[in-house]
């Protein structure tokens, strides 16, 4: 040790650097390695096993296992249950993400102003956002149920036909989008007024000097101004909807006739109650590649608006 200080002392200054360079970054790569040992056992480990599950026939009650090769995914493609979870799952991203950024930043429009009115508010959207989802489905079963909730003391007040959502096929996966953004809308609204707060005012006040209207405005500096934040939002909320369990577990435990089953309900179904982990494992592998479908497709979209 004493020898490697006196050859490093004996050298110049950059010589020294170079010298002293792969210690020093050996010992910053401590600084990373929990992250990377946490990283590894939770996520990439599991995704690993979880595709070599997806291609076996576990018997837990047996202890065995038996390689099938794709004999799951095939199943899955023939599963009309599966297919209709899969459907499902796509017509509530289509539904929600629009409506999480419309919403979002129509509200984040309307209270990005000082005062403690615009403060309440804001509180009060994101409040309902760190509700647990067995709190907010309790909430609209009260509202929803069938001849004593609310929507029905509001049907009978106006003496007009009583009518409940979530029996009805139609409207059953509609009814949970719309709980589903009542819940959480106050997340994108958040993100949205931190990047209308980054704008600078100067433009603004060059914009009404100018005399443009308040629609040229918000097209031209309030909208180019925040894409990247439009952006992230739907990549976020695409990702988390894809993921939609408790509400509809809560609400329709996947009815009427399979109407809101979506795809992680399905998965907790045939893994943790018909037994069938190896094709539980091949639903959800199905699962995450079509989330990376989903995000890489939003991800090629705004790169090639912020090419235009």
Avoid: C
């Amino acid at each position: 040790m004493a020898a490697d200080r006196s050859l490093a002392a004996g050298l110049p200054k950059a010589r020294q650097r170079r010298f002293n360079y792969p210690l020093a970054s050996w010992s910053n790569g401590l600084f990373v390695l929990p992250f990377v040992i946490v990283y590894v056992l939770l996520l990439v480990v599991p995704l690993v096993y979880g595709w070599w599950l997806s291609l076996q026939n576990v018997d837990l009650l047996g202890g065995t296992t038996e390689f099938i090769g794709i004999k799951n995914y095939v199943d899955l493609a023939f599963d009309p249950i599966f297919r209709g979870a899969v459907r499902n799952t796509f017509y509530f991203v289509f539904m929600t993400v629009p409506m999480f950024v419309a919403l979002g930043l129509a509200l984040a429009l309307v209270l990005n102003r000082p005062g403690r009115f615009s403060a309440a508010l804001r509180a009060i959207f994101f409040g309902s956002s760190v509700l647990s989802v067995t709190i907010v489905t309790l909430v609209w079963k009260l509202v929803l149920m069938p001849g004593h909730g609310l929507l029905a003391d509001v049907s009978h007040a106006l003496r007009i036909p009583e009518y409940v959502p979530l029996v009805h096929e139609a409207t059953a996966l509609p009814m949970i989008a719309i709980v589903t953004v009542w819940w959480i809308v106050g997340l994108p609204m958040m993100l949205f007024l931190a990047a209308l707060q980054q704008i600078p005012q100067e433009l603004y006040e060059a914009a009404a000097l100018d005399n443009a209207s308040r629609w040229r405005t918000f097209a031209s500096i309030t909208l180019p101004s925040i894409r990247r934040t439009l952006a992230l939002v739907a990549v976020i909320e695409a990702v988390f909807q894809f993921q939609l369990f408790g509400q509809a577990q809560l609400l329709t435990d996947g009815g009427p006739n399979n109407a809101s089953r979506p795809l992680v309900q399905f998965i907790y179904e045939s893994g943790f109650r018909q037994w069938l982990f190896g094709y539980s494992a091949a639903a959800a592998q199905v699962l995450f590649l079509l989330m990376l479908i989903g995000i890489a497709v939003q991800a090629w979209i705004v790169r090639r608006k912020d090419s235009v």
